[in-house]
Structure formats: structure tokens, C-alpha cells
């Protein structure tokens, strides 16, 4: 099974279909603020690293390209959520006025300046430009003309090794002293504007234009990013969304002036809007999900998600999670027995060694049996499925076995061969298999996976 949940046009289609992140009603929110916005915003969809921010914001193009794009086709699965979209939108009028466009900022952070790259993202996703040579070739000039302002650098190694550098400043016409085609701010804001005239969406009042990655990307670039659309777009028929983690964007802000700036009160005055992008329903996002077929699968679902909220896994987190636990189970335990370390134990040790390392350690070495104690009595679900299946008093606040036995049978007494016996609660467990098992799975590719 592949858990990995990519943004593939399959992927947008199921998950808006069944609400599987449980992001809908946010979707609705979100497009809807954007079609009654009249004037240029710059807005930040802050979330972080993790919470599927890109996978949102593919989720809104598909959405506004199926609400504003004539003749576009709409796929029949989501049908529904869309025909309900424009029942909200009766009052407005929705055809033809906005138009996305995604750009990717880290696929280009290799670039000296970032404004050509926007520039050409917009080209390229205009069904009226990518394939109009003539179109294009109108555009050559006053492109040129933008070019000639900025420089370019450049670096290439030699084979011992060494770094050169250079910069370079386009000269469209070789036949001019290239000081003379160096233009002032205001010429190359009216260059610009005219340059926005030509890759304008025919049909479309605006572009909204969704920049990720932002936070991925060189503190230069990102910076650059930021100041040329704040000076250069400055027109109200575009929108700006910046999917990005803010906190970790003022850093960049920090490394790019220095330590004295204030990171926050920069982002702040840039952004018109700060949007916070709400957590997934991992518990749903999970449901729909067939992780693994065990015979004790209510036991193992419940550790699952239990463990999730105890650690408040992210998208990415809770898809590397069932992913470790999908590998384990297919490679090495698939077979029927050992419930308790199968589906009950390995599920919850696997997300603290995920997320704590230190302290899974100290569990594992004998030396946390009450560290492992606190992490269990965090889930009230958890407290009942191990009184359930020690077949003890029920109860959801203590656990009313031997907990201290059951520590120590796991992770003091340390014999590695024999069929002995332990009793806890009202179960008889055979120990040194039982061990084994749960051991060579926590193991299991332990060389080459990175947990965080």
C-alpha cells in the first residue's frame, strides 16, 4: 500500500470527493474569500512543516479552475461539492473572474532573480501563450528590456576543485554601450505593466497566483521573491497566497538582514492577510486508509490513532508513521499470534521512538518504566484496550493489572531462549518469543530510517 499521499490529480479528486483530510468546509472558507476580494492582496497560508499545505493549495486550483474556467471539465466525482460551492456563490458572479496559477519558488531558487521565473510560470500556465509563437514573440522585447536592469550571477568549479565567480548584465542589443540600457525604477514599472497586459488570462478579471515553497527556498531568492511582487505587482487584478511555515520564514528573513531585524514585524507589514491553515482529521484521513488486515485490527486501529493525538503527528509524520508500520508488517510479522506486541505494543513504542528518541531508548534499557506509564495513561482508549485484553476490571483511568510486571517482562528480564511463562492479569504469555518479536520489528530498518 502506498501511504504516501502525493497531490496527483487522482489524490485531489478522492480527497475533496470523501473529505478525507476534512479540509472541505476550509476549502469553501478560503475560495470564497478570494472571489470577493476587489482589489490586490498579498496573503500568507501559514502552516507547518508538514500539515499539507501544497496539497491545499492543488486542492484550491482544481476547485476555482472548476467554479471560474469556461468549458472547463469538471470531474464527475466531485460534482457534488462544487455544484453545492456555487450555490453559496448565487449572489456573485464566479465565471470568468479569477484564474490560478501555482509556482513552485524552491524549483527555482537556483535563479539570481526571481521575477523572470514568475514571469515565465505565468506564461507557461496560460492556455492562451504557451503555444502562441506569435504572442510570445511580442513579449520577447519588453522581457529583454526587464532583463537588462538586474544582473545575473554566475559560478562554475574547475577540476581541482576551486569556485569562480562572475556577474553578468544582459545586453539585448550588443550594438549599445550596456550602461545605456540600465532603465530607471519607474521605466521598468511601466516596461512591467505592459509585459502584465500581454500574459494576462484573456476571459479572467484576475490571477490569483499561489507561491509554495517559500520557506524551502535561499534566504536571497525568498527575499527577492518577496520585495520584486511587492513592487512590481502592484495592481489589483493580483492575488498572492504564500503557502508558507511563517515561523520559520522570519529566520530567513533574519539570515538574509541580520539578527537585528525584527522577522515578524517584516513578514507583517508584507502580508495584507495571515491565514492559518487548520490541522487534518488524521483520524479520518486514517479511516480511509486500508493500513493492515489483522484479526485483532480494533485493538491496533485504536493504538494507532491514540498515538497520533498523543503526538499531534502532522501529515507527513502520520504518513511516515503507517508507512513504517505497513513495511514492518508486510516484511516481517504478518502472521497470526503475539497480539499483544503485534497490535497493542509496537504501534505505541514505534511513535515514541519516532518522536522521542531519548526517551524510547531509556524505556527499552530498563530504565523508563515510568516514562512508558505516563505516555500510556495520556489515551483513556489505550487504559481500556490493555485492561481488555488482560482481562481485568474495565477501566479507563488506571490500569488495573500488573504494570510493573508486564515492564519488566518486557524490558528487564532479558532471557533471549525458553517457552517460560508469565501471568499478568488474567493472561498467561509465553515470554522470550514474545520479546523477540516485538523486538525485531522496532528493529526493523533501523540502519537507514530517519524518524524526524
Not at 83 to 112: G, R
Request: with cysteine.
Amino acid at each position: 500500500m502506498n501511504t504516501e499521499l502525493k497531490p496527483t490529480q487522482e489524490n485531489i479528486i478522492k480527497t475533496i470527493k470523501d473529505n478525507i483530510l476534512g479540509r472541505n468546509n476550509t476549502i469553501k472558507i478560503f475560495t470564497k474569500m478570494l472571489y470577493s476580494m476587489s482589489e490586490q492582496n498579498i496573503i500568507s497560508l501559514n502552516g507547518d512543516w508538514g500539515t499539507g499545505k501544497t496539497f491545499f493549495i492543488k486542492q484550491l486550483v482544481e476547485v476555482i479552475k472548476c467554479l471560474s474556467v469556461e468549458n472547463y471539465e469538471v470531474d464527475k466525482d466531485i460534482l457534488v461539492f462544487i455544484k453545492e460551492l456555487e450555490k453559496e456563490f448565487e449572489n456573485i458572479e464566479i465565471k470568468n473572474q479569477i484564474y490560478p496559477i501555482y509556482f513552485n519558488a524552491w524549483e527555482y531558487d537556483s535563479n539570481e532573480d526571481p521575477l523572470l521565473t514568475l514571469i515565465y510560470s505565468i506564461i507557461e500556465q496560460n492556455p492562451n501563450l504557451k503555444d502562441n509563437a506569435k504572442a510570445n514573440e511580442s513579449m520577447k522585447e519588453k522581457i529583454y528590456r526587464i532583463i537588462s536592469s538586474f544582473k545575473v550571477g554566475l559560478s562554475f568549479s574547475d577540476n581541482t576543485g576551486k569556485t569562480y565567480g562572475m556577474e553578468l548584465q544582459c545586453n539585448p542589443n550588443t550594438n549599445k554601450p550596456i550602461t545605456k540600457d540600465i532603465i530607471s525604477i519607474e521605466e521598468l514599472k511601466n516596461t512591467f505593466k505592459e509585459l502584465l497586459e500581454d500574459v494576462k488570462i484573456e476571459k479572467a478579471n484576475k490571477l490569483v497566483i499561489f507561491i509554495d515553497e517559500l520557506d524551502r527556498c535561499n534566504p536571497s531568492f525568498a527575499i527577492k521573491l518577496l520585495e520584486r511582487i511587492k513592487h512590481f505587482f502592484d495592481d489589483d487584478r493580483f492575488i498572492f497566497v504564500f503557502s508558507t511555515n511563517l515561523n520559520e520564514l522570519q529566520y530567513t528573513v533574519k539570515k538574509f538582514y541580520g539578527e537585528g531585524i525584527d522577522g515578524y514585524t517584516y513578514l507583517d507589514k508584507f502580508f495584507d492577510l495571515q491565514f492559518s491553515l487548520p490541522n487534518v482529521d488524521i483520524e479520518k484521513y486514517i479511516n480511509s486508509l486500508n493500513i493492515i488486515q489483522l484479526s485483532d485490527s480494533r485493538y491496533f486501529d485504536i493504538c494507532l490513532k491514540e498515538m497520533t493525538k498523543i503526538y499531534d503527528f502532522s501529515l507527513r509524520n502520520c504518513n511516515r508513521y503507517i508507512k513504517l508500520v505497513s513495511l514492518t508488517y508486510n516484511f516481517i510479522y504478518n502472521s497470526s499470534g503475539y497480539s499483544l506486541v503485534k497490535v497493542v505494543l509496537f504501534p505505541i513504542l514505534l511513535a515514541i521512538k519516532m518522536k522521542d528518541i531519548n526517551i524510547y531508548n531509556k524505556i527499552i534499557a530498563g530504565t523508563g518504566e515510568e516514562e512508558f506509564k505516563s505516555i500510556i495513561m495520556k489515551s483513556e482508549n489505550i487504559v481500556k484496550v490493555l485492561n481488555r485484553y488482560f482481562e481485568t476490571e474495565e477501566s479507563k483511568t488506571e490500569l488495573t493489572f500488573e504494570y510493573s510486571e508486564l515492564y519488566k517482562w518486557l524490558f528487564i528480564n532479558k532471557h533471549e531462549v525458553g517457552w517460560e511463562e508469565v501471568k499478568i492479569g488474567n493472561k498467561r504469555l509465553e515470554y522470550a518469543e514474545n520479546r523477540r518479536v516485538l523486538f525485531e520489528m522496532l528493529s526493523f530498518l533501523n540502519d537507514f530510517v530517519i524518524y524526524q
